[in-house]
């Protein structure tokens, strides 16, 4: 028995997905997902590169975008390698312990985005609020240890859920329906029971992303109470103005996560393609998106992206 453990757990290969059906486009299919992966990854670099160099933006905002930048790049960067190494040369094969790992990393870095816009919610509340007391409740140090605390609570909740996954058996299919490896597809390969992973796994989403959205909504309850007790009509809209960026962030982030969830739940007569592409896109709308939103809607990152643009020009 532990003979077939060892060969179902630690030396098992997973074949990866692309787009069922269009696999001869993939060459073609791939040519959208560089632009986006290239976006993500140029967007993001400036963005920090941007908070870093410019003494101006080293305020608690600015430091709590540097960190929603950092999990953007991590979340691209875990899913590159397999999505576009499927697209370009048809490398399927992803060992076990490989696909852990890349598992693992989606999951911390989704979860620490979910964290970081809880703590960019926080940070809207104070700075409407109490902006008197704003810059000694939110202290360099302060800013630091949310950081830490943001990435042991992720990796805390997610090591049992991604540990437990090699207490099981894989003796059917080693097809997964996805380009990177996604918790629940490489659940339903398994042939023994996984009620205690999809527990866990659901109480560590619930724990994490779940808590995080209600806690978001409860921010904005609160900021609006706030900024409508504000008599002047223009400090109402400068004071709602600060959170337009971040709303942005929140509901990219949020949205494809739900529409997923319900396409698997929901769209079962779905092409199988169509379930592959918004598992392929979903992950990546946010890096994408969110430097975009933050240079766009935000005056100071705006005009330190263009001065740093310009100074390389001449």
């Known amino acids: 028995m532990s003979s077939f453990q060892n060969f179902t757990s630690s030396s098992i290969i997973f074949l990866l997905t692309g787009i069922p059906g269009l696999e001869a486009f993939h060459t073609w299919i ?5 632009i986006l992966y290239a976006t993500a990854l140029s967007g993001n670099s400036l963005i920090l590169f941007v908070i870093v160099t410019q003494p101006s933006l080293h305020e608690p905002m600015y430091y709590f975008l540097s960190m929603l930048s950092t999990t953007d790049l991590g979340l ?40 970081v816009l809880l703590a960019m919610a926080f940070d809207r509340f104070v700075a409407i609020s109490n902006p008197l007391r704003y810059a000694t409740i939110l202290t360099y140090y302060r800013i630091a240890q949310i ?8 990796t805390l909740m997610l090591t049992p859920m991604v540990a437990l996954l090699k ?7 080693h097809v997964l329906h996805h380009s990177y490896c ?6 339903k390969l398994s042939c023994t029971d996984t009620r205690i992973n999809s527990a866990v796994g659901l109480t560590a989403m619930i724990s994490t992303v779940g808590v995080d959205s209600v806690l978001i909504l409860l921010s904005y309850v609160l900021i609006i109470r706030t900024v409508l007790s504000i008599a002047s009509p223009e400090e109402r809209r400068k004071a709602f103005s600060t959170c337009i960026s ?12 739900i529409s997923l969830s319900f396409v698997h739940r929901f769209g079962k007569e779905a092409p199988p393609y169509v379930h592959t592409m918004i598992a392929n896109t979903y992950l990546l709308i946010p890096p994408v998106m969110n430097p975009i939103i933050y240079s766009v809607k935000t005056k100071q990152i705006r005009r330190a992206v263009i001065k740093i643009l310009h100074s390389k020009e001449t």
């Open 30 to 34: 791939s040519i959208p997902f560089c």
């Open 76 to 115: 691209s960067i875990s899913t590159l390698v397999t999505m576009l190494g499927i697209f370009w040369f048809n490398t399927r094969e992803i060992s076990f312990n490989a696909c852990l790992s890349q598992m693992f990393f989606i999951k911390l870095f989704t979860v620490m985005e979910s964290s």
């Open 246 to 257: 971040h709303i942005g962030a929140v509901a990219i982030f949020y949205i494809p996560l």
């Open 182 to 187: 996604f918790h629940p597809d490489v659940m």
């Open 167 to 173: 207490r099981l058996s894989f003796c059917n299919s």
């Open 147 to 154: 950081g830490v605390a943001i990435v042991i609570r992720g």
